[in-house]
């Protein structure tokens, strides 16, 4: 893999960036330092919420630029760069349909805030994880904030339980299983390859100056727009047969090792 040319990083959090534990190495700060000094830019992408994502990154957080929510909401420091809501009409339609899956919790994700019901406070322990900053209503119908995404959490498998009954709305919104537990559904434009293309825009660059990362379904467009795209170790089978690159386990320093590679090669 020629890395010569890589001005800008992006990479997943969740089974990618992050390991098992849901931490961020040292190493990769100490290498985030020397991609700065190379005046790369670096991007963390995830479905998870914005604050979420920077208190994963919180000593780097003012540097870098942040897809959140699947791309739905893309941020650099304090200024939004780009904010793709679900419709409302879509949004209660959705929630009908959730109800029907049996064990299946909805959440409703605003731009820095998420919204749980009360049947979801027993998953409350495992959910805190990835929606740091949340309310608990008694009803979903009080919620008057613009909503970028609803999470879907199954206890034993999205793929197996949630994903077949929201399916036939693939379309009309985005339908992506997002990790073993959770299905996300979006605007049908708020995906990371979306979003990645407008930071690229924004920053002059062209899809070969970028290097990305990422391990799930979520992860397929924004991996499909580079040549330089690298699946872990760990991924799921679609994401290793859209990339062009594999490295080792999210838990074995997968983006490092490739990032100690592009930092070789571009001294």
């Known amino acids: 893999m020629n890395l010569s040319q890589i001005k800008l990083v992006v990479t997943d959090m969740d089974g990618t960036l992050l390991n098992s534990n849901h931490e961020v190495s040292s190493r990769f700060f100490e290498l985030y330092e020397a991609l700065k000094k190379r005046n790369i830019t670096f991007v963390a992408a995830s479905g998870r919420q914005y604050h979420s994502i920077v208190d994963k990154l919180d000593r780097?957080?003012?540097?870098?630029?942040?897809?959140?929510?699947?791309?739905?909401?893309?941020?650099?420091?304090?200024?939004?760069?780009?904010?793709?809501?679900?419709?409302?009409?879509?949004?209660?339609?959705?929630?009908?349909?959730?109800?029907?899956?049996?064990?299946?919790?909805?959440?409703?994700?605003?731009?820095?805030?998420?919204?749980?019901?009360?049947?979801?406070?027993?998953?409350?322990?495992?959910?805190?994880?990835?929606?740091?900053?949340?309310?608990?209503?008694?009803?979903?119908?009080?919620?008057?904030?613009?909503?970028?995404?609803?999470?879907?959490?199954?206890?034993?498998?999205?793929?197996?339980?949630?994903?077949?009954?929201?399916?036939?709305?693939?379309?009309?919104?985005?339908?992506?299983?997002?990790?073993?537990?959770?299905?996300?559904?979006n605007h049908a434009n708020a995906n990371k390859g979306f979003a990645l293309q407008n930071v690229i825009e924004r920053l002059g660059l062209s899809a070969d100056n970028v290097l990305a990362f990422g391990d799930y379904n979520n992860d397929v467009e924004m991996l499909a727009l580079t040549k330089n795209s690298v699946a872990m170790q760990n991924a799921h089978p679609n994401v290793l047969e859209v990339a062009n690159y594999t490295t080792t386990s999210n838990d074995n320093f997968g983006v490092e090792r490739v990032l100690e590679k592009l930092l070789e090669q571009q001294n």
């Open 60 to 185: 780097i957080k003012n540097e870098i630029i942040v897809i959140a929510e699947n791309g739905a909401l893309v941020k650099q420091h304090e200024e939004e760069l780009l904010v793709t809501p679900l419709q409302h009409s879509l949004r209660n339609e959705l929630l009908s349909e959730i109800q029907y899956i049996d064990g299946a919790h909805a959440m409703l994700c605003g731009k820095y805030i998420s919204y749980f019901d009360g049947q979801s406070v027993a998953f409350l322990d495992q959910l805190k994880e990835y929606y740091s900053s949340y309310e608990v209503q008694e009803s979903f119908d009080s919620v008057t904030d613009e909503i970028l995404k609803i999470a879907v959490y199954h206890p034993i498998s999205a793929e197996d339980y949630i994903y077949p009954a929201m399916e036939s709305f693939d379309g009309k919104i985005k339908v992506k299983v997002s990790g073993k537990n959770w299905v996300d559904l």
